[in-house]
Structure formats: structure tokens, C-alpha cells
């Protein structure tokens, strides 16, 4: 026990010491949390619209001020039916609105009958299919939105982010990267880095027992982790303001058991990797990109193409990442979020086995 | 240099990886507190022998004690009673000397009290009290050279091994860094160094050569200069290395 303090002391001191590495490691998340929840967004803002009016009337200058007094969109001013072409291949505008010349009449047809020939059309440009879509349907909601309100078929709710904020999405996800860019890279590195400085081999000759190494140069790691999710779960509740309605001990069991998984590859790579760039390049290849596209921290799951969703997983992020999205977001229940947390304890102990016999066989 | 009790004592000790014999039925002894050279071209087996007496790996066949304990069975119980220093130079850089002495103090279990007085005075020996906070990375190579022999032997070992300890370092860092070996070896403790520094054998007092995973000649420098009808340890060790099939 004592051997095993006297290394944890050693290895506190190496990342003390190293003032950038943990300044990285204790900023990183502050920073990207700030990052997705105010710069980064999906939402689209600032759409450009400009309109095409055959014949003025007071309906179209009531329409032209509901649009121009939105906050999403900006009001490029009337164009001629000639410039729209033009106007949208150059990129001035991202959407044009064609009013129909008897635009008077065909609204209040509208508003007596509830239905009737198209008084306006919405000309997109798709080059960017998500301002597209987005766009449409703010148009949609703006012009159009006072008459399907009047007899509505669909009334729609959003519930658990109404105001439909993308940091919420982007909070787990997020969590989910973090942990493994400090307990895996970090760790891996760690390890490796004393393989190639040669201090490995003269602990390895010494008396003190290999796992008792490995276990004092994650306990610094596991310490930095949890600040970290404390840090991350604070700046959630108080600067993005998520709701973090599930309960708090199950947030805390799940992400424990993550940061162990995230250990153990940290480990397992470090038994593959020779030196530290390549341990380095594991840990960004092998699995960042795979938690950043397969997770579904950015791109939904269902979306992918048949063959990869079944590679999805074993991408463990993307159980951690589900599980926060239900905690944190939906304030589900510790019983719905139960298969993830199976799934993240079955694959930490088949990772740690893995990697603690790797690591006994190449002692050897 | 009369007595018999030996050390290290290896019969017919012999390592394989797959088809390839690294090592090939090696058999010596090392007396108590004598200076043993462990001489070979790189790829000659030294290290796999070295490597096998540390108890770091396990031998395909033979048998071999080292601190009277058996490598095929007992290799924890020998790395309690072995110092180790690496080829490559291996203390913590980001470490301070005092802390990386107190690390490897702590290791071998050497009480608070007796590690702190015998820094001391292995420190002062070299005239080096002084910089015992500086940190280790922020010293010239030769300095680092002799801290790590310093803290291979601060748990006062029976035997120490030397993995080619003075690769890269001045001429003059090399005679200091023997001058310590001497004095580690009058002091009682078992030297075991590997080198290829030709010079460096005559300071020993028996040598083994070690060609193609095989010991070729063991013993004395003078008596090998003479057998081989040699001038030098060089022209003794290009007479056994003539028909190497390894090499470098």
C-alpha cells in the first residue's frame, strides 16, 4: 500500500509538472461546452430572404413586416422575377418568396374556406440542405402559420428542450469525448512514454508488482476526470441552463463506470503502442472519429446507412451518450437507461480482461 | 578472489523466441563483489541473458540462481536483491534527484529514515548535495549517468546489473562513472556490466564474450590477452567475433 501511494505521488508530480498537459485537460471541457453552447449551433439563424411581388397591397406589406420584424430571418428587400436566378446563385439570398399577383384575394379565400390555389412560393437554395429545410419551415411558420393555427390538424409539442436549443444535444455528447481524450489518450501516453524513456524496464525489475504500476498511473487520471465531470455537469445546470431533471446518483454511476471503460482502452492501447505518437494516433483515430460520427453525438443513429449501424455498437460513447441524453435531458429513470449502463459494464470488463492479459503477455 | 561463493551461477541457460535461439546453453559464475564484464556484439544475447537473470523473462531450459535464488521460480524474490540500470538512462526527468532516490527507496521498501541519511552521503560523496531539488531533466548527461547508478544501488543491493551504462558519455564521465563502480564493488556489491567499450573490459575483473548467443571465452583480461596471443581486449574480441553470424 505504501509502494502504492509513493507511485501515485510519483505520478501526481508528472502531471503537475507538465503545467500545459493538464491545463489542456482541465480546460478542454470548460472550453467546449462554451464552444457548442454558444458558438457551435445547429440551429440557423440569419436567414436571407428576399421577395418578388407582382402587385403591392396591404396584405403583402402586412406580410413583408412579419417577416422582416423576425429574428431568424433577414429582409433582403423586393427583387425583380428576373434577378431571382441571379440572386440565388451568387448567395445573396438564401430563400426567395414569390407572392401570387391576386395574393389579396387568394388569403382571404383562405381564411373563409380553408383551402384553395397556392398564394406564394418558398424558392430554396438546397446547396445547404439543412439551412434549406430550416429555412422553409420558418417561412412556413411566418407566413402561413396564422391560417393552419385557425383550424389546425396537427398541434405539435416539443417537449423536453422547447425552445429547441442544440447544446442540449450537444452536453452528452461532449461528455461522451471528453472522458475518453482524458482517460484513454492521456492514460495511454502516460504508459507509454515510459516505455520509451526505458523507466518501465527499471520498474519492471524492481519488486513492485506490474498491476500495482498501472493502477497508481490512472488514479491521477481518474482524479482529473472527475473534476472534469463535475466541472462539465455545473457549467449544464448553470450556464446552459439544462435541465438535469434525471436523478443526480445515476448520472454518477453511469459516468464512473464510462471513465473506467475509457481507462481500460486507455491501457489497452498502451499495451499495442510502442511509442507515444502512435499511441497518440490510436487513440485519435481509432476512436475519435468513430465517437464523433458514430456515436450519434452528431448525426442521429437511425440516419446512418444499414451497414454501420450495427458498428455503432461497440462504439461505446454512444451508450454513454444515449444514457446522458435520458438523464440529463429527458429526466428519465435509472430503470430506462439500464440497458446502457449493462452494455458500458460488459464492455469495461471485457476491455479491462483484454487489456490486463495483453499487458501480462507482453512482460513476457 | 579465492573464495567460491558465487552470486550468479547459470547452468546450460537457454532462450528461444520460436525458432530463433537468442540464447544458447550459457553457463558461468559470478563471484561475490567481483566486477563481471558481460562482453558481445549487439544481437549477441547479452541483454537476453541479462534479461533472464533480472527475472524479467523466463528461460526456455537450463537452470541459474542469482542472490542464491532459482530464475526459473523464484524471479520476485530476486528482484528484491538486484539493482538495476538500464541502457537506455532512465531516471524520472521531471522528477527532482532527491525525489527520484526516495521513488526507488520507497520501492525497495528502505526505511524513511535510512534512505534519507545514506542520499545524503551518497550525494555528498559526489560532491553534489547541493542540487538535490534540481530537477533531473535540467542535468548534463553525465550527471544522469551517475545519479542513475546512485539510485540503482540506493537499497544497497547484493548485485547490480549494468546495461551498457555508459553509452553516449565523455571519456572523462566514463572514468568517474568506473571510479564509483570500484567503490560499490570494495564496498561488497556484485557488479555485473555489459559494454562494448573494449577499454572498459580491462577494468573488470573477469570477462565473458558472448558471440552468437553462445560464451565464446570467460575469464581474466590478462589471462585472454595471453591465450589469444593478443596486445589488446579489441584484438581478442575481433579474433572470437571472426565467425559471427550475427552482427550488427
Same mark, same amino acid.
Given at each position: 500500500m505504501r509502494g502504492f501511494l509513493k507511485f501515485?505521488?510519483?505520478?501526481?508530480?508528472?502531471?503537475?509538472?507538465?503545467?500545459?498537459?493538464?491545463?489542456?485537460?482541465?480546460? /478542454?471541457?470548460?472550453?467546449?461546452?462554451?464552444?457548442?453552447?454558444?458558438?457551435?449551433?445547429?440551429?440557423?439563424?440569419? =436567414?436571407?430572404?428576399?421577395?418578388? =411581388?407582382?402587385?403591392?397591397?396591404?396584405?403583402?406589406?402586412?406580410? &413583408?413586416?412579419?417577416?422582416?420584424?423576425?429574428?431568424?430571418?433577414?429582409?433582403?428587400?423586393?427583387?425583380?422575377?428576373?434577378?431571382?436566378?441571379?440572386?440565388?446563385?451568387? *448567395?445573396?439570398?438564401?430563400?426567395?418568396?414569390?407572392?401570387a399577383h391576386d395574393f389579396d384575394r387568394l388569403m382571404t379565400q383562405w381564411k373563409q374556406s380553408g383551402n384553395g390555389k397556392a398564394a406564394m412560393q418558398f424558392i430554396m437554395d438546397a446547396s445547404n440542405t439543412n439551412t434549406a429545410q430550416a429555412g422553409a419551415g420558418y417561412l412556413n411558420n411566418i407566413l402561413a402559420g396564422e391560417l393552419m393555427q385557425s383550424n389546425s390538424l396537427v398541434e405539435t409539442h416539443m417537449l423536453f428542450n422547447p425552445q429547441m436549443k442544440s447544446a $442540449?444535444?450537444?452536453?452528452? *455528447?461532449?461528455?461522451?469525448?471528453?472522458?475518453?481524450?482524458?482517460?484513454?489518450?492521456? %492514460?495511454?501516453?502516460?504508459?507509454?512514454?515510459?516505455?520509451?524513456?526505458?523507466? !518501465?524496464?527499471?520498474?519492471?525489475?524492481?519488486?513492485?508488482?506490474?498491476?500495482?504500476?498501472?493502477?497508481?498511473?490512472?488514479?491521477?487520471?481518474?482524479?482529473?476526470?472527475?473534476?472534469?465531470?463535475?466541472?462539465?455537469?455545473?457549467?449544464?445546470?448553470?450556464?446552459?441552463?439544462?435541465?438535469?431533471?434525471?436523478?443526480?446518483?445515476?448520472?454518477?454511476?453511469?459516468?464512473?463506470?464510462?471513465?473506467?471503460?475509457?481507462?481500460?482502452? *486507455?491501457?489497452? &492501447?498502451?499495451?499495442?503502442?510502442?511509442?507515444?505518437?502512435?499511441?497518440?494516433?490510436?487513440?485519435?483515430?481509432? !476512436? !475519435?472519429?468513430?465517437?464523433? !460520427?458514430?456515436?450519434?453525438?452528431?448525426?442521429?443513429?437511425?440516419?446512418?446507412?444499414?451497414?454501420?449501424?450495427?458498428?455503432?455498437?461497440?462504439v461505446p460513447a454512444r451508450w454513454y451518450i444515449d444514457a446522458m441524453r435520458k438523464l440529463l435531458i429527458q429526466g428519465a429513470s435509472f430503470g430506462l437507461v439500464l440497458k446502457d449502463f449493462l452494455i458500458l459494464v460488459g464492455m469495461t470488463l471485457a476491455v479491462l480482461a483484454i487489456a490486463l492479459k495483453n499487458f501480462k503477455d507482453k512482460l513476457e | 578472489m579465492s573464495n567460491n561463493d558465487y552470486i550468479i551461477e547459470v547452468k546450460d541457460l537457454t532462450k528461444q523466441f520460436g525458432s530463433f535461439t537468442a540464447v544458447d546453453h550459457i553457463s558461468f559464475e559470478v563471484r561475490r563483489s567481483e566486477i563481471f564484464g558481460f562482453l558481445g556484439a549487439n544481437g549477441a544475447g547479452k541483454t537476453t541473458a541479462m534479461r533472464m537473470l533480472c527475472g524479467l523473462s523466463y528461460p526456455t531450459s537450463g537452470a541459474g540462481t542469482v542472490a542464491g535464488f532459482d530464475v526459473r521460480k523464484e524471479g520476485e524474490?530476486?528482484?528484491?536483491?538486484?539493482?538495476? /540500470?538500464?541502457?537506455?538512462?532512465?531516471?524520472?526527468?521531471?522528477?527532482?534527484?532527491?525525489?527520484? /532516490?526516495?521513488?526507488?527507496?520507497?520501492?525497495?521498501?528502505?526505511?524513511?529514515? %535510512?534512505?534519507?541519511?545514506?542520499?545524503?552521503?551518497?550525494?555528498?560523496?559526489?560532491?553534489?548535495?547541493?542540487?538535490?531539488?534540481?530537477?533531473?531533466?535540467?542535468?548534463?548527461?553525465?550527471?544522469?549517468?551517475?545519479?542513475?547508478?546512485?539510485?540503482?544501488?540506493?537499497?544497497?543491493?547484493?548485485?547490480?546489473?549494468?546495461?551498457?551504462? %555508459?553509452?553516449?558519455?565523455?571519456?572523462?564521465?566514463?572514468?568517474? $562513472?568506473?571510479?564509483?563502480?570500484?567503490?560499490?564493488?570494495?564496498?561488497?556489491?556484485?557488479?555485473?556490466? %555489459?559494454?562494448?567499450?573494449?577499454?572498459?573490459?580491462e577494468y573488470c575483473n573477469r570477462i565473458s564474450m558472448m558471440v552468437d548467443g553462445k560464451i565464446k571465452a570467460l575469464d581474466t583480461p590478462a589471462n585472454l590477452k595471453k591465450s589469444f596471443n593478443a596486445a589488446s581486449m579489441d584484438e581478442v574480441f575481433r579474433i572470437l567475433a571472426r565467425d559471427a553470424q550475427r552482427g550488427d
Open positions: 501515485v505521488k510519483k505520478e501526481t508530480l508528472h502531471i503537475l509538472r507538465d503545467s500545459r498537459t493538464m491545463l489542456i485537460a482541465l480546460l /478542454m471541457p470548460v472550453v467546449q461546452i462554451l464552444l457548442f453552447g454558444f458558438a457551435i449551433s445547429t440551429e440557423v439563424n440569419n =436567414v436571407n430572404v428576399a421577395v418578388v =411581388v407582382p402587385k403591392w397591397d396591404e396584405q403583402i406589406r402586412q406580410s &413583408i413586416n412579419k417577416l422582416s420584424s423576425n429574428p431568424y430571418i433577414t429582409y433582403k428587400g423586393a427583387i425583380a422575377e428576373h434577378e431571382i436566378d441571379q440572386n440565388l446563385r451568387s *448567395g445573396k439570398v438564401d430563400a426567395i418568396v414569390v407572392f $442540449f444535444n450537444f452536453v452528452p *455528447g461532449i461528455m461522451g469525448m471528453i472522458f475518453i481524450l482524458i482517460c484513454a489518450m492521456l %492514460t495511454s501516453v502516460a504508459i507509454v512514454r515510459e516505455k520509451e524513456t526505458g523507466t !518501465m524496464d527499471v520498474l519492471l525489475v524492481s519488486p513492485v508488482r506490474p498491476l500495482t504500476i498501472i493502477l497508481a498511473k490512472m488514479t491521477p487520471y481518474f482524479i482529473l476526470s472527475c473534476i472534469n465531470l463535475t466541472t462539465i455537469l455545473l457549467l449544464a445546470r448553470f450556464v446552459l441552463g439544462i435541465p438535469m431533471s434525471g436523478n443526480l446518483s445515476s448520472i454518477i454511476v453511469v459516468s464512473l463506470v464510462y471513465l473506467l471503460l475509457s481507462l481500460s482502452l *486507455g491501457l489497452l &492501447i498502451s499495451t499495442i503502442a510502442k511509442q507515444q505518437i502512435v499511441a497518440l494516433l490510436i487513440s485519435a483515430a481509432v !476512436m !475519435m472519429v468513430p465517437i464523433v !460520427m458514430l456515436s450519434g453525438m452528431l448525426f442521429p443513429i437511425e440516419n446512418m446507412p444499414a451497414v454501420l449501424q450495427p458498428l455503432s455498437a461497440i | 524474490k530476486i528482484k528484491r536483491h538486484i539493482g538495476y /540500470m538500464s541502457q537506455r538512462f532512465s531516471l524520472y526527468e521531471d522528477l527532482t534527484v532527491l525525489e527520484n /532516490m526516495e521513488l526507488f527507496g520507497g520501492i525497495y521498501q528502505v526505511d524513511k529514515k %535510512t534512505l534519507r541519511e545514506r542520499a545524503r552521503h551518497m550525494l555528498e560523496r559526489l560532491d553534489f548535495y547541493e542540487e538535490r531539488n534540481t530537477l533531473v531533466g535540467s542535468l548534463p548527461l553525465g550527471w544522469k549517468q551517475k545519479l542513475a547508478f546512485v539510485v540503482a544501488t540506493i537499497h544497497k543491493p547484493e548485485i547490480v546489473f549494468l546495461d551498457e551504462p %555508459t553509452g553516449g558519455v565523455d571519456p572523462i564521465t566514463r572514468r568517474q $562513472f568506473w571510479e564509483m563502480i570500484y567503490q560499490a564493488a570494495s564496498e561488497g556489491t556484485t557488479i555485473f556490466v %555489459t559494454t562494448h567499450y573494449m577499454d572498459e573490459a
